[in-house]
């Protein structure tokens, strides 16, 4: 079976894919909860004869599919989670299928179920060709929360692998060649004293003055940070009544830079802004970390590759109603932001479904705003990534629009599209040594023998695994 019988076996097999994504998407779940998504995975995977090993990384929902035996090992990553209230029918206007329920607003459905078809349609190349090597599939829940990975990483379940691919829906088709920001997720605790706020408010020690004076510091801290970094808080907890002096407050921050040495950086001064409140207050302050990512570490040869291999996946053609849904749904979004969106990375983009294929290696050593635990593989592992078109251009992803797109069948030829160059992609880093020596090479040079080491402390352990130890909440964001 050679390349082009792969390409065959997907675009025979593509409506029992379809049906995954369109499941998965019908039965959305947040982070850590994902059973509905992980366990019709497993059962798929289990079907066709891979290997299962579930509850990795202590994490319920978290789980490898493995076949073949020997090297070199492939690894793709997929994931599965929704996000919290952006459930949306596939309709061109807000309808809610569940009054604030969750959504696959990020694409998740996809991304996943698309790993899930890369390696089945892998399993049937090997079997076909007597081809040696291991190839997995990592189901990969939270990383809407940053951490799913990282628990994952940290229990060492991607250490032997040699790649790695993965993608995520996007509004074109092009390889990840830039940077995605490190990020912690870290909330403060601030304790005080009761009081009546008018009747004795001298006796009361306010935990929402601190919070407040944290976020005042914070907000100093942002003229002196570098370019592109970022703070952004939420107060979660700020009292009970006015009329009580508020003995507990909470604020969650999320820190973000290009690098995790500048993030670490940045959370070391937060730390003395947050001790300073509790001076000023004489309150006392605690805090958890709930998520830290790496930033991604792009592999230009991997990225290069699958390129290639996009690119003989073929254009998918779209036809005259998907081209009116999408103007439809575009027409919801604010035109200013759509207008923006066209100009990506330097590039105009005039279509709406775009179907070309763009490249830009110019932006290696940028760094794209947002963040994602595919970093904390990608400091382990060389990995290679890619988007395809699942969402007209001007839709933002985390949005209702994106949940409607992601739902409907321009979503899914993007998914099968992604499917065809992972593929492809493992199928060459199976057959040819020197394609996986020379992705080793490079990761070697750009990481300069940093080890990773996770930054979630080893205390902290995921929401589903024993209480007897810290661990982090589930976080709604």
């Known amino acids: 079976m050679s390349k082009q019988g792969l390409l065959e076996w997907i675009q025979r097999h593509e409506f029992r894919f379809t049906d995954i994504a369109r499941q998965i998407w ?105 081809l040696e090597g291991t190839i997995r599939y990592y189901g990969c829940p939270a990383e809407e929360v940053l951490s799913g990975k990282t628990f994952m990483a940290r229990a060492g379940v991607f250490d032997d692998l040699d790649c790695a691919l993965t993608w995520h829906p996007g509004t074109a088709n092009f390889p990840v060649n830039m940077s995605m920001q490190a990020m912690v997720s870290i909330k403060f605790h601030f304790k005080g004293t009761t009081a009546h706020a008018a009747g004795a408010p001298h006796a009361g020690r306010s935990a929402l003055d601190a919070v407040e004076l944290m976020n005042i510091g914070a907000n100093y801290l942002r003229e002196h940070l570098l370019d592109g970094s970022r703070i952004h808080y939420v107060i979660t907890n700020g009292g009970l009544a006015p009329n009580i002096v508020p003995d507990q407050a909470s604020v969650w921050y999320y820190l973000r830079a290009s690098t995790k040495e500048e993030v670490d950086d940045i959370l070391r001064r937060v730390h003395k802004i947050a001790d300073g409140a509790a001076l000023m207050t004489e309150t006392e302050v605690s805090h958890e970390i709930l998520a830290f990512a790496y930033d991604t570490l792009p592999n230009d040869i991997l990225n290069n590759l699958m390129f290639e291999n996009m690119k003989l ?42 179907t070309g294929y763009y490249h830009f290696p110019g932006l290696k050593g940028t760094t794209m705003p947002g963040s994602t635990d595919v970093g904390d593989v990608s400091w382990i592992v060389p990995i290679g990534q890619v988007m395809t078109t699942c969402a007209p251009v001007g839709v933002q992803a985390h949005s209702w629009q994106a949940t409607a797109s992601y739902g409907s069948s321009i979503g899914y030829k993007g998914m099968h599209l992604a499917a065809k160059t992972m593929a492809l992609s493992a199928y060459d880093l199976l057959k040819t040594v020197d394609l996986v020596d020379h992705a080793k090479q490079e990761f070697e040079m750009n990481s300069c023998g940093r080890t990773y080491i996770p930054g979630i402390p080893d205390d902290v352990l995921p929401p589903t695994t024993n209480k007897t130890k810290k661990s982090v909440h589930l976080i709604k964001m």
């Not at 090992?73 to 299928?97: C, H, K, M, T």
């Not at 919801?332 to 590039?347: L, R, Y």
Request: glycine fraction near 12%.
């Open 26 to 130: 019908d039965n959305p779940q947040v982070a850590y909860e994902e059973t509905f998504a992980s366990n019709l995975q497993m059962a798929t995977l289990k079907e066709v004869g891979f290997k299962i090993t579930s509850g990795v990384g202590g994490v319920s929902t978290a789980f490898v599919a493995e076949y073949g035996i020997g090297t070199p090992v492939i690894g793709i990553l997929g994931e599965y989670d929704a996000l919290p209230g952006l459930s949306q029918s596939v309709n061109p206007f807000r309808d809610e299928l569940v009054e604030a329920g969750p959504g696959h607003g990020c694409g998740h459905n996809l991304l996943g179920t698309a790993g899930v078809e890369a390696v089945i349609a892998l399993k049937e190349v090997m079997d076909h060709e007597g």
């Open 313 to 354: 996946g073929g254009s998918p053609i779209y036809t005259e109603e998907e081209n009116s849904f999408a103007q439809q749904l575009v027409s919801t979004v604010e035109p200013t932001i759509v207008s923006q969106s066209k100009k990506q990375f330097g590039i105009q983009i005039d279509e709406l479904l775009p």
